[in-house]
């Protein structure tokens, strides 16, 4: 079995696994300042939307090291919540984290308890993920006890939370329980999260699996072999509506199609309470070679363009329910 820490803190430094080599190198990128944290996130070295959030928080502590005074410590705050900020706009993770980290700063503290106010800020950040991804996977596991057979999309495991995963950790926590039959792994395109990232967890956790194309759940669906569809999220809207990996909508248009609960699992953190419908939520677009590559080759012809939208939007009349750490909610009034 790897040992695949997703993210290690050293003191002055952070080592992220990078995540663009899984799974047959496994590999740590270090992180000495907060640009190298900016960069590690919008390269999607690390991923994820609360792997994200807890990465930017100890990104922002970083920035604090090596400064002298209260005020240059404020204004190395300020930089790295502003740079942080500015890498990836879906995840709310990365905002309510760099929220969290701001509301730490005092002027009443001195330099060395600022310091260190931040360290355990970020360290409780990571905390309380997995304390919320064990309570997800227990309220998950028990909502679809009946409903052996799931298809998930994208990565939500370790490696997206830090701990034992959204969607994923339902997945694992239906495993323990014995009430997991087979597990679906829509492949991802065009990162590969799902073969590259979903299967490399699901095979550490000895969890049989298969990858399908994502194209593939007309036909699983059709054949009647998925009992239940469980995925992750990006943000989640005060009615419900869901942000999450770009193809999360298809999947639930066709499981409404076939009268399959599509479930999104997430921590309440990741519901924004600032925006009343997914209209307000914004949608990365990256660059298009990654969808004119397949890994590191070119696949199109020369000159072609390509359209990359990272996530998609699914309405809340489509999702059967929405698992967090509190509760299972039928009814999305957040
Ligand atoms: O672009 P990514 O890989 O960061 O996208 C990840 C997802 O869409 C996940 O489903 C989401 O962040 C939830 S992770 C628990």
Same mark, same amino acid.
């Given at each position: ?45 690390? @991923?994820? +939307?609360?792997? /994200?959030?807890? +990465? ?5 502590? =970083? ?18 919540? $502003? ?6 706009? !879906?995840?709310?993770? %990365? ?6 980290? #701001? ?21 409780? /950040? ?7 991804? $064990?309570?997800?996977?227990?309220? &998950? +596991?028990?909502?679809?006890?009946? @409903?052996?057979?799931?298809? !998930? ?5 370790? =490696? ?5 995963? *959204?969607? =994923? &950790? ?21 990162? %590969? ?13 000895? /969890? ?23 995925? &992750? ?65 070119? *696949? ?13 939007? !699914? ?6 329910? /929405?698992? *967090?750490? #509190? ?8």
């Amino acid at each position: 079995m790897a040992n695949y820490e997703p993210l290690i803190v050293k003191d002055d430094r952070i080592l992220l696994l990078n995540q663009k080599k899984l799974p047959h190198i496994v590999e740590y990128f270090e992180a000495k300042t907060v640009e190298d944290v900016c960069f590690a996130i919008k390269d999607m070295v690390v @991923r994820g +939307a609360p792997l /994200i959030g807890i +990465a930017a928080a100890f990104g922002v502590y =970083l920035s604090t090291l090596n400064t002298r005074s209260i005020d240059s410590l404020k204004e190395q705050l300020e930089y790295a919540l $502003l740079c942080l900020s500015k890498t990836r706009p !879906t995840a709310v993770n %990365l905002f309510f984290a760099l929220d969290e980290m #701001k509301k730490v700063f005092s002027f009443d503290l001195s330099l060395s308890d600022n310091i260190s106010e931040m360290r355990d800020k970020a360290f409780e /950040i990571w905390d309380n993920q997995k304390k919320s991804d $064990l309570m997800i996977g227990v309220n &998950g +596991a028990e909502f679809l006890k009946d @409903r052996g057979r799931i298809l !998930t999309h994208c990565n939500t495991g370790s =490696l997206a939370t830090g701990g034992i995963g *959204t969607a =994923l &950790g339902i997945i694992k926590t239906m495993n323990k329980k014995g009430y997991l039959e087979s597990v679906f792994v829509d492949e991802t395109r065009p990162y %590969l999260q799902g073969s590259r990232l979903t299967a490399f967890e699901l095979q550490n956790e000895g /969890i049989d699996y298969r990858i399908v194309t994502d194209n593939s759940c007309g036909i699983l669906m059709k054949k009647g072999l998925i009992d239940a569809v469980i995925v &992750g999220a990006d943000r989640i809207a005060r009615n419900g509506d869901t942000a999450n990996k770009v193809g999360t909508y298809c999947l639930a248009v066709m499981a409404k199609r076939h009268n399959i609960p599509f479930i999104v699992a997430a921590p309440e953190s990741t519901i924004d309470k600032n925006i009343s419908s997914g209209k307000d939520i914004v949608v990365e677009e990256r660059d298009e070679t990654e969808v004119l590559k397949f890994g590191n080759s070119f *696949t199109a012809p020369h000159g072609s363009k390509a359209l990359n939208y990272s996530f998609d939007l !699914t309405d809340n009349s489509l999702i059967a329910a /929405i698992v *967090t750490q #509190k509760q299972v909610y039928e009814r999305f009034e957040f």
